[in-house]
């Protein structure tokens, strides 16, 4: 087993980290750094997660049909504005994917509380 230790940049990390969340946990909202950490995060990743539904949800219901038929339908016929439409439509899928990722690997991560 190979002992690492953390380099003095993490360490100052580790101690802004404990700064910051101090109040939290002093004022017993949080049992420690670890939970405090976990639960903002979760907190922030949830509303990264509503806002890419609502956007996925605003083109859906402006285009009245799903971004699979709305690619289908663009094919060699798209205007400008329609090409500006579906990028918008596809990075808001995409970063819907991509929080949702996130979320099961910070909500999965048992040793963090």
């Known amino acids: 087993m190979t ?5 003095p940049a993490e360490m100052r990390l580790v ?10 946990i002093r004022e017993g909202v949080f049992e420690n750094l670890e939970r405090a950490f976990r639960a903002l995060l979760l907190d922030y ?3 990264q997660i ?5 956007k996925v ?10 971004f699979e038929i709305f690619t289908a ?15 918008d439509w596809e990075a808001a899928l995409t970063f819907l994917s991509k929080w949702q990722r996130i979320r099961a ?5 048992g040793a963090a509380g």
């Open 3 to 7: 002992d690492v230790t953390p380099s």
């Open 15 to 24: 101690e802004y980290a404990e700064r910051l969340f101090a109040p939290l």
């Open 45 to 47: 990743v949830e509303r």
């Open 50 to 54: 509503a806002t890419y539904k609502h």
């Open 57 to 66: 949800a605003e083109c859906e219901s402006r285009y009245q049909q799903s």
């Open 73 to 87: 339908s663009l094919k060699g016929r798209a205007t400008p504005d329609e090409e500006e439409a579906w990028m």
């Open 105 to 109: 690997q910070v909500a999965g991560d």
